[in-house]
Each structure stands twice: as structure tokens, then as C-alpha cells.
């Protein structure tokens, strides 16, 4: 059985796995996409969940060529800075804006013009 390295990568749009073998090759890839919500006018929000199901997905779609013995490590790679309220046992409590979302553009511009105040 040759050894792999899966990498996962999840980001706004979707998961991505790949495994690589030692010599560098890729026996191996799978994406599984991620739905953005968007509320109203200007938000564009996630559910955790969905990021948690699509790399679920994913490294199933990986999983006939890697068997369970072969893996030697993983690599993963998340989206940027989002914060997920958690309750007692773990779970999301509510869906996190993405980077499509616009709410903070219009304190973003008060404070770039007034730049001794931050």
C-alpha cells in the first residue's frame, strides 16, 4: 500500500481534497461545492455546517483511491478569519458573513477618512 498525504482546502465556494503521493503525484482529488446565503441587500453569510458537509464530501470522493492505512498526515487550509459562535456541545449557532459580505463598507469608509480616531 503506497503512503498519502491528503490536503484539504475549504473556502468560500467549496472544498477541495487532493492527496499526494511521496513522489509527489496525485492519485487523487475531489471538490464538493458550498452554498453562500444571502439574506438581504448587502450580507452574504454561511452556514458552518455546510463547510463541514462539503469536506465531508470531498474526502469521501477520495476515499476509494486512499484507504484509511495509507494516510501518513493531512494538510488543511480554511477560510480566512470567521468567527462561529459554538454552543455547549460544539455546534453553530448561526451562520458567519463571508468575504462577499458588505456591512461594514460604510464604517470601513468613516474610518479611513478619519484615521487619528482609530
Partial sequence: MELALPGIAIGTSGCKTAAFSPDGRVPAQSSASCAADYPHPGRAEQNPDVWRDAACAA???IGKAVPPGAVCGVG????SR??????????????TPNRM???????????????EQV
Fill in 59 to 61: 474526502v469521501c470522493g
Fill in 76 to 79: 488543511v487550509d480554511g477560510r
Fill in 82 to 95: 470567521s468567527a462561529i459562535p459554538a454552543g455547549e456541545h460544539g455546534q453553530a449557532l448561526c451562520s
Fill in 101 to 115: 459580505d458588505a456591512r461594514a463598507k460604510v464604517l470601513c469608509g468613516e474610518l479611513s477618512r478619519r484615521p
